[in-house]
């Protein structure tokens, strides 16, 4: 059914439809109204879930993973700060191979404190173990969110659905929310195949002599290559269900001859999309939208990229000292492949600074005079301390004053 839904109670509603029995919920901004709807969900008796109101973040991630491992469909939420706290936990999570579904509503990692949006909580804790899927839109995240339950459950990884904070978030959009026999058909109910029990009692989480860690770490990544067909998977067989796909691994569209490619991830590629649709561009373009950050999809991005002679790559993340952390698993992806084409990085839209459609075009025109490989594109030398009287742009900027 089609509804003007804010993107957090679109999400909530969602979850709803997958019938988690555990939910555990602390606040953090952007992602309060999650967790909040799945409240009053609760408490209007439209879900029959238990509601854990816990003290942290650190908490929230304690108890889904005992919910889970104790054979519950579980839930939670958080961003930023909330994020990191977690990360202990989400790496127990992941290295115990529990099932667990967590959203994450990108927001800036202070400090200089910012509740606005960019992708620096979930780039932290990228080498987690948990599966990353990332969305560009309030439907699209929607449909992720039912089928990260699916592909958690079948593949025993963790599942983080990350949107876009404030930008989708708190956006009123129309939602088309699937029935809740289609969602029943297409989840089976919870099953854990290791859920601890007193009947059959077994040990999670048991200390791991040097001589056995390593073949652990190893089972873990190659979860990872099932988990890929596992996303591309359950992508197709819901688009069959509901008539719609969210882009599987990566998402290519435009013009595939064009020899200049463009990739971002989340909501800014929406308004890439809107500036090559309204002819802003000025060229034809490869558009590449990268929906599975983990796994990464190495063979998908080069076949992706064949033909090309650029590829600007968008980041909105930052590893202060090295670049954009996309750009560098593209280029790693891409090392040694014939022919493959040249890889310009730029960080936009950091703290939740706005990305206007027509930044695009001077990307684009900034290729053609031999751009440094890594640049924060829309910094500002006016804002900078002490920047002299002709505001010229630092070394590593793209920037131009207007």
Same mark, same amino acid.
């Given at each position: 059914?089609?509804? *003007? =839904?804010?993107?957090?109670?679109?999400? *909530?509603?969602?979850?709803? $439809?997958?019938?988690?029995?555990?939910?555990?919920?602390?606040?953090?901004?952007?992602?309060?109204?999650?967790?909040?709807?799945?409240?009053?969900?609760?408490?209007?008796? =439209?879900?029959?879930?238990?509601?854990?109101?816990?003290?942290?973040?650190?908490?929230?991630?304690?108890?889904?993973?005992?919910?889970?491992?104790?054979? @519950?469909?579980?839930?939670?939420? %958080?961003?930023?700060?909330?994020?990191? $706290?977690?990360?202990?936990?989400?790496?127990?999570?992941?290295?115990?191979?529990?099932?667990?579904?967590?959203?994450?509503?990108?927001?800036?990692?202070? @400090?200089?404190?910012?509740?606005?949006?960019?992708?620096?909580?979930?780039?932290?804790?990228?080498?987690?173990?948990?599966? !990353?899927?990332?969305?560009?839109?309030?439907?699209?995240?929607?449909?992720?969110?039912?089928?990260?339950?699916?592909?958690?459950?079948?593949?025993?990884? /963790?599942?983080?659905?990350?949107?876009?904070?404030?930008?989708?978030?708190?956006?009123?959009?129309?939602?088309?929310?699937?029935?809740?026999?289609?969602?029943?058909?297409?989840? /089976?109910?919870?099953?854990?195949?290791?859920?601890?029990? @007193?009947?059959?009692?077994? %040990?999670?989480?048991?200390?791991?002599? &040097?001589?056995?860690?390593?073949?652990?770490?190893?089972? !873990?990544?190659?979860?990872?290559? *099932?988990?890929?067909?596992?996303?591309?998977?359950?992508?197709?067989?819901?688009?069959?269900?509901?008539?719609?796909?969210?882009?599987?691994?990566?998402?290519?569209?435009?013009?595939?001859?064009?020899?200049?490619?463009?990739?971002?991830?989340?909501?800014?590629?929406?308004?890439?999309?809107?500036?090559? !649709?309204?002819?802003?561009?000025?060229?034809?373009?490869? =558009? =590449?939208?990268?929906?599975?950050?983990?796994?990464?999809?190495?063979?998908?991005?080069?076949? *992706?990229?064949?033909?090309?002679?650029?590829?600007?790559?968008?980041?909105?993340?930052?590893?202060?000292?090295?670049?954009?952390?996309?750009?560098?698993?593209?280029?790693?992806?891409?090392?040694?492949?014939?022919?493959?084409?040249?890889?310009?990085?730029?960080?936009?839209?950091?703290?939740?600074?706005?990305? /206007?459609?027509?930044?695009?075009?001077?990307?684009?025109?900034?290729?053609?005079?031999?751009?440094?490989?890594?640049?924060?594109?829309?910094?500002?030398?006016?804002?900078?301390?002490?920047?002299?009287?002709?505001?010229?742009? &630092?070394?590593?900027?793209?920037?131009?004053?207007?």
């Amino acid at each position: 059914m089609r509804e *003007a =839904l804010e993107g957090s109670q679109a999400i *909530a509603r969602a979850v709803a $439809l997958c019938r988690p029995q555990v939910v555990a919920a602390y606040p953090i901004t952007p992602q309060t109204h999650i967790v909040e709807g799945l409240a009053r969900l609760i408490a209007d008796g =439209l879900l029959a879930a238990e509601l854990v109101s816990v003290e942290s973040e650190f908490s929230a991630a304690s108890v889904v993973l005992g919910a889970a491992a104790a054979g @519950s469909r579980s839930y939670t939420a %958080s961003a930023s700060q909330g994020i990191l $706290l977690m990360s202990e936990v989400l790496y127990n999570i992941s290295g115990l191979r529990i099932p667990v579904v967590l959203t994450c509503a990108n927001r800036a990692v202070s @400090s200089p404190v910012s509740i606005w949006n960019d992708h620096q909580d979930s780039m932290a804790v990228r080498d987690s173990g948990w599966i !990353q899927l990332y969305c560009a839109d309030n439907q699209e995240a929607v449909d992720t969110t039912i089928q990260a339950f699916r592909i958690s459950e079948r593949t025993e990884l /963790p599942v983080m659905v990350c949107m876009d904070g404030f930008t989708l978030t708190h956006t009123l959009e129309p939602i088309d929310l699937p029935e809740a026999a289609q969602v029943d058909a297409f989840l /089976p109910p919870f099953h854990f195949s290791r859920t601890l029990s @007193s009947v059959a009692p077994l %040990s999670q989480g048991t200390l791991v002599s &040097p001589e056995f860690f390593t073949e652990m770490r190893y089972l !873990q990544h190659r979860a990872f290559d *099932a988990a890929e067909r596992e996303i591309l998977e359950t992508d197709r067989d819901w688009g069959h269900l509901v008539g719609r796909e969210c882009g599987g691994l990566l998402h290519v569209e435009g013009d595939r001859e064009a020899p200049v490619g463009i990739l971002a991830m989340g909501s800014v590629y929406g308004t890439l999309k809107d500036a090559h !649709q309204a002819g802003l561009l000025g060229r034809h373009v490869r =558009l =590449l939208r990268l929906r599975s950050f983990r796994p990464f999809p190495a063979e998908a991005i080069r076949r *992706a990229c064949t033909g090309l002679a650029d590829l600007l790559v968008l980041d909105r993340a930052l590893s202060p000292g090295s670049g954009g952390i996309v750009a560098h698993e593209i280029r790693s992806a891409l090392y040694g492949v014939p022919g493959a084409p040249r890889v310009a990085n730029v960080v936009v839209g950091l703290g939740g600074r706005n990305v /206007p459609d027509g930044i695009f075009r001077e990307m684009l025109d900034s290729l053609e005079k031999n751009p440094p490989a890594f640049s924060f594109f829309d910094l500002d030398p006016r804002k900078l301390p002490d920047p002299g009287p002709d505001a010229s742009a &630092p070394s590593g900027s793209l920037f131009s004053p207007r």
